[in-house]
């Protein structure tokens, strides 16, 4: 099978060249994600629906440019409080703030927020330029997963996550099954409400952009409340074009943690659903486990912020191949997208591979020229995004807590999100301190209802028959690496040291 269509890619170079107006909406998108990923309580996928209506009066092209342009900027501009405050912009950046915040606290905060910007350009540009060689065999893997196969692969994602915790796996692996059943509270798909306890705001479950801020915002600000300021060191508070830069090149000093967040980054972007919620996360456990000083990380290690950032850029990528070639959104960002699609009467999916091929490859033409412009525009903006840090904490704090409530507010449009930020900012406080996993929570809870569904699907298939499995090889496949995951270590370790005593 031909990987690339020579004549199509030649005609997309030629629209895209041919039309500078394609251009024009590129800026704009890009400073819209920037600004929205990088205030916490936004989201880039709100940013695309917001601006939706606008794309009515684009043709199709130009709409898909201008929407892909806001995702491109949202993805890096969610590391952005990440790492200055501790609150991931969005849940791709979750893995980001784990060894971002920590370098910020510690007078680095330009390398930081440079190292996030090398590594998620370099993400977005390799993620699609593997989509312009992959698109077609990937459309025709993903066809392959079905429900058992998305059951496994969440609960695989769960037990990586769960690993996080080091020594308290257990407790990782209880804190993701919290995160699970959260997931799980409101109306079923057959309309069997639970969990609620009789309160109302449940009825469409917990809102979890809320909760997610209320868990990450909460042990920090208690923590920060005796703080004056952010960074204490006065002389360490400087934002500075040049560490920005020379956190820029650093961040190609790993390029093996950058191919590899990269590949885990297309690969798990192109599950829908799952996408660079997940795929940060495995990106930073992977390169944890393969370090030398896995102790370093949490700490203010740079691999981590590389391994996180590389990944969730690239699952933009990803998504954007399960929605071109299945016409299946990844996620809230590519949802927007196939409703552009529909307001152009476009359908996605194989039969738009086939017939519109050029539009697809002047897509990813685009997104090549979009990467050069997020350096610059990031490099102009970091220095007003960054000057945060010069905000004392008297003002900081209550601000912050405003804003994420409000924010809040704003996604679910009464007092569920509010109240979500409040009782898990207890809960995330009651995690921390007790060493239970915080993250492996909040991915429970976002892939709570994904799990129940595919379970659900997966039993009415087989009828209850667990000898289903044997039947699905990659299920099988998936199930294995899910035991080497929780065990592979411990049976390594244990074979070194009998090897080792028999000498």
């Given at each position: 099978?031909?990987?690339?269509?020579?004549?199509?890619?030649?005609?997309?170079?030629?629209?895209?060249?041919?039309?500078?107006?394609?251009?024009?909406?590129?800026?704009?998108?890009?400073?819209?994600?920037?600004?929205?990923?990088?205030?916490?309580?936004?989201?880039?996928?709100?940013?695309?629906?917001?601006?939706?209506?606008?794309?009515?009066?684009?043709?199709?092209?130009?709409?898909?440019?201008?929407?892909?342009?806001?995702?491109?900027?949202?993805?890096?501009?969610?590391?952005?409080?990440?790492?200055?405050?501790?609150?991931?912009?969005?849940?791709?950046?979750?893995?980001?703030?784990?060894?971002?915040?920590?370098?910020?606290?510690?007078?680095?905060?330009?390398?930081?927020?440079?190292?996030?910007?090398?590594?998620?350009?370099?993400?977005?540009?390799?993620?699609?330029?593997?989509?312009?060689?992959?698109?077609?065999?990937?459309?025709?893997?993903?066809?392959?997963?079905?429900?058992?196969?998305?059951?496994?692969?969440?609960?695989?994602?769960?037990?990586?996550?769960?690993?996080?915790?080091?020594?308290?796996?257990?407790?990782?692996?209880?804190?993701?099954?919290?995160?699970?059943?959260?997931?799980?509270?409101?109306?079923?798909?057959?309309?069997?409400?639970?969990?609620?306890?009789?309160?109302?705001?449940?009825?469409?479950?917990?809102?979890?952009?809320?909760?997610?801020?209320?868990?990450?915002?909460?042990?920090?600000?208690?923590?920060l409340?005796?703080?004056?300021?952010?960074?204490?060191?006065?002389?360490?508070?400087?934002?500075?074009?040049?560490?920005?830069?020379?956190?820029?090149?650093?961040?190609?000093?790993?390029?093996?943690?950058?191919?590899?967040?990269?590949?885990?980054?297309?690969?798990?972007?192109?599950?829908?659903g799952?996408?660079?919620?997940?795929?940060?996360?495995?990106?930073?456990?992977?390169?944890?486990?393969?370090?030398?000083d896995?102790?370093?990380?949490?700490?203010?290690?740079?691999?981590?912020?590389?391994?996180?950032?590389?990944?969730?850029?690239?699952?933009?990528?990803?998504?954007?191949?399960?929605?071109?070639?299945?016409?299946i959104?990844?996620?809230?960002?590519?949802?927007?997208?196939?409703?552009?699609?529909?307001?152009?009467?476009?359908?996605?999916?194989?039969?738009?591979?086939?017939?519109?091929?050029?539009?697809?490859?002047?897509?990813?033409?685009?997104?090549?020229?979009?990467?050069f412009?997020?350096?610059?525009?990031?490099?102009?903006?970091?220095?007003?995004?960054?000057?945060?840090?010069?905000?004392?904490?008297?003002?900081?704090?209550?601000?912050?807590?405003?804003?994420?409530?409000a924010?809040?507010?704003?996604?679910?449009?009464?007092?569920?999100?509010?109240?979500?930020?409040?009782?898990?900012?207890?809960i995330?406080?009651?995690?921390r301190?007790?060493?239970?996993?915080v993250?492996?929570?909040?991915?429970?809870?976002?892939?709570?209802?994904?799990?129940?569904?595919?379970?659900?699907?997966?039993?009415?298939?087989?009828?209850?028959d667990?000898?289903?499995?044997?039947?699905?090889?990659?299920?099988?496949?998936?199930?294995?690496?899910?035991?080497?995951?929780?065990?592979?270590?411990?049976?390594?370790?244990?074979?070194?040291?009998?090897?080792?005593?028999?000498?």
């Amino acid at each position: 099978m031909d990987l690339i269509d020579i004549a199509s890619a030649s005609e997309a170079l030629s629209l895209l060249f041919s039309q500078p107006e394609y251009w024009l909406v590129v800026i704009p998108g890009i400073m819209i994600g920037l600004f929205f990923g990088a205030t916490p309580g936004l989201q880039t996928s709100m940013a695309m629906a917001i601006f939706l209506p606008m794309t009515l009066y684009m043709d199709f092209l130009q709409a898909m440019l201008f929407l892909t342009a806001i995702f491109t900027g949202g993805g890096f501009g969610a590391g952005v409080p990440a790492i200055l405050m501790n609150i991931p912009g969005t849940s791709s950046a979750i893995a980001t703030a784990f060894d971002g915040y920590p370098m910020a606290r510690n007078g680095k905060h330009n390398e930081a927020l440079g190292l996030a910007l090398g590594s998620s350009t370099f993400g977005v540009l390799l993620g699609y330029v593997l989509l312009f060689f992959l698109i077609k065999p990937m459309s025709g893997f993903v066809l392959k997963l079905g429900p058992s196969e998305m059951f496994m692969v969440i609960l695989w994602g769960l037990t990586l996550i769960a690993s996080l915790t080091g020594k308290h796996i257990i407790k990782g692996l209880i804190a993701g099954l919290f995160g699970l059943l959260i997931g799980t509270i409101g109306f079923s798909e057959v309309g069997v409400m639970r969990g609620t306890m009789n309160i109302e705001l449940l009825a469409d479950g917990v809102p979890v952009i809320p909760a997610m801020m209320g868990m990450f915002a909460a042990s920090e600000l208690f923590k920060l409340v005796n703080s004056e300021f952010l960074v204490e060191d006065e002389s360490q508070r400087k934002v500075r074009i040049s560490y920005i830069m020379k956190g820029f090149k650093q961040a190609f000093k790993y390029p093996a943690i950058l191919i590899r967040g990269s590949f885990i980054g297309v690969i798990i972007g192109a599950v829908p659903g799952v996408g660079s919620s997940v795929s940060n996360l495995l990106s930073y456990i992977e390169t944890k486990r393969r370090d030398k000083d896995p102790d370093s990380y949490g700490k203010g290690n740079p691999k981590g912020v590389v391994a996180s950032e590389s990944a969730n850029s690239t699952s933009e990528a990803g998504s954007m191949a399960t929605l071109l070639a299945l016409g299946i959104p990844g996620g809230g960002a590519t949802a927007v997208m196939l409703a552009a699609f529909a307001m152009h009467n476009i359908t996605g999916g194989p039969q738009f591979i086939r017939e519109e091929m050029d539009i697809v490859y002047a897509i990813i033409f685009a997104n090549f020229g979009q990467v050069f412009l997020l350096i610059a525009l990031g490099l102009i903006l970091i220095p007003i995004l960054a000057s945060i840090i010069k905000v004392k904490m008297t003002y900081l704090v209550p601000s912050v807590l405003v804003l994420a409530t409000a924010g809040a507010f704003g996604l679910t449009g009464n007092m569920a999100g509010p109240t979500a930020v409040l009782v898990f900012a207890i809960i995330g406080w009651l995690f921390r301190r007790y060493n239970f996993s915080v993250p492996a929570t909040v991915i429970g809870m976002l892939l709570g209802k994904m799990a129940e569904s595919n379970l659900v699907q997966t039993l009415q298939i087989s009828g209850g028959d667990i000898s289903y499995i044997f039947e699905r090889p990659i299920t099988l496949v998936i199930l294995a690496l899910l035991v080497l995951s929780l065990f592979g270590s411990t049976i390594i370790e244990k074979f070194t040291k009998n090897k080792l005593s028999s000498k």
